[in-house]
C-alpha cells in the first residue's frame, strides 16, 4: 500500500514581546488547516526574535517554549522545551530558537498556541514557523 506524505508549514509573523516568564496574554497563534480540523505529525520548531534586551544579566541566551490547544497556555501538544537562541551574525540583537518534535495530534478545530519566554531579558517574537506532515 502507497501512503502520500505531505510536509506543510504554518506561520505567524504577529510581534509577540515576551519576558523571562510566562504570559497568558502574550502567544503566536497557528493555523495548521485553516477552517478545518487536523491529524497530522509536528516535526519541527522555528521562532525568530528580535529586540532581544538584557534586564541587567546580559542578553537571553535561550528562549523556553510550548504549544498548547487552548489559548490558556494549559493544555499542552508540546511541554516546555528549551533551546539555545543562535544570535545574529550582524546583529546581536536578533536570533534563532530551533526546536525538533516528533508529535502526533488530532486537532479540532486546527488551531495552536505558542508560548515563548526567555532565560533572562526581554525579546520580541518575530515569528514562529511549525512544519508538520499530514
Known amino acids: 500500500m502507497l501512503i502520500h506524505r505531505s510536509y ?18 502574550k502567544y503566536s497563534t ?9 491529524l497530522a505529525r509536528i516535526s519541527g520548531i522555528t521562532v525568530q526574535l528580535k529586540s532581544l534586551a538584557s534586564s541587567g544579566s546580559g542578553l537571553p541566551t535561550s528562549l523556553t517554549m510550548r504549544i498548547t490547544r487552548d489559548i ?17 551574525v550582524s546583529t546581536s540583537t536578533s536570533g534563532t530558537a530551533d526546536y525538533r518534535a516528533d508529535v502526533d495530534v488530532a486537532l479540532v478545530p486546527a488551531v495552536v498556541y505558542v508560548f515563548c519566554k526567555t532565560n533572562t531579558g526581554t525579546a520580541i517574537v518575530d515569528s514562529v514557523t511549525i512544519t508538520y506532515e499530514q
Not at 490558556?72 to 545574529?88: E, K, P, Q, Y
Open 8 to 25: 506543510r508549514n504554518a506561520s505567524d509573523e504577529t510581534d509577540v514581546n515576551i519576558l523571562d516568564g510566562y504570559d497568558a496574554a
Open 72 to 88: 490558556t497556555g494549559d493544555s499542552c501538544i508540546i511541554t516546555d522545551t528549551i533551546s539555545s537562541i543562535a544570535a545574529g
Open 30 to 38: 497557528l493555523d495548521l488547516n485553516p477552517g478545518g480540523n487536523i
